[in-house]
Every structure is written in structure tokens, then in C-alpha cells.
Antibody
Framework: QVQLVQSGAEVKRPGASVKVSCKTS????????VYWVRQAPGQGLEWMGW????????YYAQKFQGRVTMTTDTSITTGYMEMTRLTPDDTAIYYC??????????WGQGTLVTVSS | EIVLTQSPDTLSLSPGERATLSCRAA???????LAWFQQKPGQAPRLLIY???TRATGIPDRFSGSGSGTDFTLTISRLEPEDFAMYYC?????????FGQGTKLEI
């Protein structure tokens, strides 16, 4: 069955970087995009962007351009989202999701990233 | 970016009743690329509807989506106890994709 399993919770200092992984299985990795969505505590969903697992094309929401890098490693069917220059406002649960055109039925369990001094 | 406004913010109903949730876009959504997600506390979002009216695999038929252009609706015909949750609309017809702010469906 399709699974997306994310890396564990992280605690970071302001100004640091974080890299969240999304290990996938149960499907042909390069047939789908990997989307990233985040959710601050008690808040709604925020779309961050996507990466085409087949050719590496990417699209980031303008808010995150310059601070976010999405990558994939097709050899281990894993997607990554790295964010730099973290601030407390980046404290959130970060989700990966599989899809074509939009996040679909299969999501990771979420990774809590806490930014605090 | 396209702003999606959901209404109401909170909807209080009882099991067995009909729920109607609205999502209004600031401009026309291309190809009716509008999805609905359900989210329960501590869980990832769950896709219910895509392209405005197509139910995702395994979604009960009490959930239905309708609308086009700028006005979209999610209807739950007869509420079950497990339906009380947050609901988000999501447009993917224009980049960047965006989510509505959510509607809390409560008992």
C-alpha cells in the first residue's frame, strides 16, 4: 500500500536550518509529485510548493522562495524539504503529500518543527 | 494569488442533519480545480472531493461537492458523529495553490 513516512520532530534555534524527509513506498515514485504543506499550531493549512519527482522541476510559493529547497532522491524514493533562516513563525507541522496537480489521498504523518531560543 | 473564503467559520449541527459548507474564490478557478479536505485533530488532511465534485476513493456518498467558477459547496447529507472536524477548500487551478481558512463543523 502507498505510504509516506516523515522524519521525526525537530527543535531548532532561530537562524538555523531544518531538513524534513518523506520516505515513500508502494508506488512508482517518479509518477507523482511531492507536495509540501504546513500548519502552524491552531492554524489552517498553508501550501508551500511541489517538486516533480521525475524531472526535478519545482514551484515554491513566493513567501518561501529563497528559504526553501525541495529535493528528491529517486534511488531511495524520498523527498526532502529544507528551510533555512528559521524564525519562531516557522514553528509548524510540515506535511508531505503525493499527487499530480494537487495533493491527493496520500499524506505523510507530519513533522513538527519547533523554532525557539 | 487566489484568496479562498470559507463560510461559515463554525457550523454547529447535530448528527443526522445536513451540512452545507461554502467556499468562495476571489477569481474564477480554472477547470474547477477545487478540492475539499477534512482534518481531525492530530491527523493529516484527508482528501474528500477533487475537481469540485468528484469523490475521492473510499469517500462515502453522503459527501458531495458542487459549484463552478467562484462559488463552491461541500454538502454532507446526513451527518455522522465522525464527520465533526475541520474542512478546508483548496484551489489548484492557479499557481500558487491556496487553501481556504477552514470551517469547523461541531456538534
Amino acid at each position: 500500500q502507498v505510504q509516506l513516512v516523515q522524519s521525526g520532530a525537530e527543535v531548532k534555534r532561530p537562524g538555523a536550518s531544518v531538513k524534513v524527509s518523506c520516505k515513500t513506498s508502494g508506488y512508482t515514485f517518479t509518477d507523482y509529485y511531492v507536495y509540501w504543506v504546513r500548519q502552524a499550531p491552531g492554524q489552517g493549512l498553508e501550501w508551500m510548493g511541489w517538486i516533480n519527482s521525475k524531472n526535478g522541476d519545482k514551484y515554491y510559493a513566493q513567501k518561501f522562495q529563497g528559504r526553501v529547497t525541495m529535493t528528491t532522491d529517486t534511488s531511495i524514493t524520498t523527498g526532502y524539504m529544507e528551510m533555512t533562516r528559521l524564525t519562531p513563525d516557522d514553528t509548524a507541522i510540515y506535511y508531505c503529500a503525493r499527487g499530480v496537480g494537487a495533493p491527493g489521498m496520500h499524506w505523510g504523518q507530519g513533522t513538527l518543527v519547533t523554532v525557539s531560543s | 494569488e487566489i484568496v479562498l473564503t470559507q463560510s461559515p467559520d463554525t457550523l454547529s449541527l447535530s448528527p443526522g442533519e445536513r451540512a452545507t459548507l461554502s467556499c468562495r474564490a476571489a477569481q474564477t478557478i480554472a477547470n474547477n480545480f477545487l478540492a475539499w479536505f477534512q482534518q481531525k485533530p492530530g491527523q493529516a488532511p484527508r482528501l474528500l472531493i477533487y475537481t469540485a465534485s468528484t469523490r475521492a476513493t473510499g469517500i462515502p456518498d453522503r459527501f458531495s461537492g458542487s459549484g463552478s467558477g467562484t462559488d463552491f459547496t461541500l454538502t454532507i447529507s446526513r451527518l455522522e458523529p465522525e464527520d465533526f472536524a475541520m474542512y478546508y477548500c483548496h484551489q489548484y487551478g492557479h499557481s500558487p495553490s491556496t487553501f481556504g481558512q477552514g470551517t469547523k463543523l461541531e456538534i
